[in-house]
């Protein structure tokens, strides 16, 4: 089975600039969630997805942030403009739909952000 | 607000010895609680659930448990082995919930 896909891996921008992360979640997982993992913090969610409908942005900065999961399968998540606290890891996970249990989250590699 | 706490940063053992990692929350009961190992410029990978009604889980080494009245979590990985040596996340989430909030993680180092 194939694992959640992310790119870039690594991502070098300058202040102002804008960036996009791509991810593909395992197939079949209806839920997708995008988190951002600054260097020796846990991961904070940024974006649950449910299929195509979004279930909670409530911790996405959206003047600056957003993303979308068009046919709800793949997903992108974009910053415009960087900022330099917006350097992180920026990781995505997928998970299956099962009602009333909190289920077990796959995680890809991530992709790396530097904001200079 | 929700607040998860492992209060270890870093935790260094001997190998063969058994690693026990805490994870304490506070502000809210989650129904149920999630460990996952990280390595090294690599996402999280799931380990281990437990459920506010159960007591301890078990998984070949690794062990866990949820006390909802200390509001506590202990995660034991036994006979310890260098091959452990990543970062442990403890997570939470509520009933019908799928969303995680994490600790900020121990990192375990397994001295041979």
């Known amino acids: 089975e194939a694992g959640v896909a992310q790119s870039p891996r690594y991502k070098i921008i300058e202040k102002r600039q804008s960036v996009a992360f791509w991810c593909n979640p395992i197939?079949?997982?209806?839920?997708l969630y995008w988190y951002q993992q600054i260097l020796g913090q846990g991961p904070k969610l940024l974006i649950q997805?449910?299929?195509?409908?979004?279930?909670?942005d409530s911790q996405l900065p959206k003047d600056r942030f957003s993303a979308e999961r068009l046919k709800g399968v793949d997903s992108t998540l974009k910053i415009q403009p960087a900022k330099l606290e917006d350097s992180a890891v920026y990781l995505c996970?997928?998970?299956?739909?099962?009602?009333?249990?909190?289920?077990?989250?796959?995680f890809g590699p991530g992709t790396r952000l530097t904001v200079t | 607000s929700q607040k998860i706490e492992q209060n270890s940063e870093a935790l260094n053992i001997q190998e063969g010895k058994t690693a026990t990692l805490t994870c304490n929350y506070t502000?809210?009961?989650?129904?149920?609680l999630q460990w996952y190992r990280q390595d090294p410029g690599r996402g999280p990978v799931f380990l281990l659930l437990?459920?506010?009604?159960?007591k301890e889980k078990r998984k070949e080494r690794l062990k866990v448990t949820f006390d909802t009245t200390l509001k506590q979590s202990l995660f034991h990985i036994t006979a310890s082995q260098p091959a452990d040596s990543a970062t442990y996340l403890c997570?939470?989430?509520?009933?019908?919930?799928?969303?995680?909030?994490f600790g900020k993680g121990t990192k375990l180092s397994v001295i041979p």
């Open positions: 996970a997928s998970s299956l739909k099962e009602a009333g249990v909190s289920n077990e989250q796959y």
């Open positions: 197939s079949g997982h209806a839920t």
């Open positions: 997805f449910q299929n195509n409908g979004v279930v909670d």
């Open positions: 502000n809210y009961s989650p129904a149920y």
């Open positions: 437990i459920r506010e009604n159960e």
């Open positions: 997570a939470t989430s509520g009933a019908g919930s799928y969303q995680l909030t």
